[in-house]
């Protein structure tokens, strides 16, 4: 079963409006990573939070974690046409075998 | 290699016939994973390799799946008597770490597109 699962499903909005995407986890961890993922592609590394962290920062990108609502968020700020893709997230449990168990992801849409 | 190579890059297949898929990671990474990808939708993990052994298989589907890795480098995913709902796309990843207590950064190969007609 999957361990995170994002939010919304699908999100479409305008060039250099933010994008914000939600994932909810259900077990302790030690990190979560969001990639992305372009049509038909691999997926490609965007940032990774710690457990012990709160919020973080990559260029465009922000997110931030909670650990007591099991939660995190990814902010795209000032969205491209070029951003269009999937995001997921991936959880590494505290319990069990060192692996990323990755959430549905968002398909998100930037219309020029 | 500068990247995770996967091949092939496409394969149809009869129902019932074995198929075999290779993964390359990149040189030096001990942590190789194998997912699978159906259309739209999220990744489900296979197996999980650190070094040339396989703490985690949990997520094979069936006995008809198997992989190895040899040499601490190259990884087959093997799928016997392939049917219909095996068609996906299976993702290798390779990662620097495990660590003892956590996984790093994973970088992904293109995939092998996997069709069962």
């Known amino acids: 079963s999957q361990q995170g699962e994002e939010d919304p499903q699908a999100l479409s909005i305008q060039e250099g409006e933010n994008a914000t995407m939600n994932c909810s986890y259900k077990t302790s961890i030690n990190n979560l990573q969001w990639y992305r993922q372009n049509s038909g592609r691999g997926l490609v590394h965007l940032i990774l939070i710690r457990s012990n962290e709160r919020e973080k920062h990559s260029g465009r990108l922000r997110v931030t974690l909670d650990t007591s609502k099991k939660s995190s968020s990814l902010l795209i700020t000032a969205s491209r046409a070029a951003d269009t893709a999937s995001y997921f997230c991936a959880t590494d449990a505290v319990q069990g075998a060192q692996k990323l168990v990755f959430g549905q992801g968002t398909r998100l849409t930037i219309n020029p | 290699g500068a990247g995770v190579s996967q091949s092939p890059s496409n394969k149809v297949t009869e129902k019932g016939k074995d198929v075999e898929l290779r993964c390359d990671p990149i040189s030096g990474h001990t942590a190789l994973y194998w997912y699978r990808q159906s259309l739209g939708q999220g990744l489900e993990f296979l197996i999980y390799f650190q070094g040339n052994s396989a703490p985690d298989k949990s997520g094979l589907p069936s006995d008809r799946f198997s992989a190895e890795r040899t040499g601490g480098s190259v990884s087959t995913l093997t799928i016997q008597r392939t049917q219909q709902e095996d068609s996906a796309v299976y993702l290798c990843?390779?990662?620097?770490?495990?660590?003892?207590?956590?996984?790093?950064?994973?970088?992904f190969g293109e995939g092998s597109r996997l069709t069962v007609l």
């Open positions: 990843a390779s990662s620097r770490t495990s660590g003892v207590l956590n996984t790093g950064e994973l970088f």
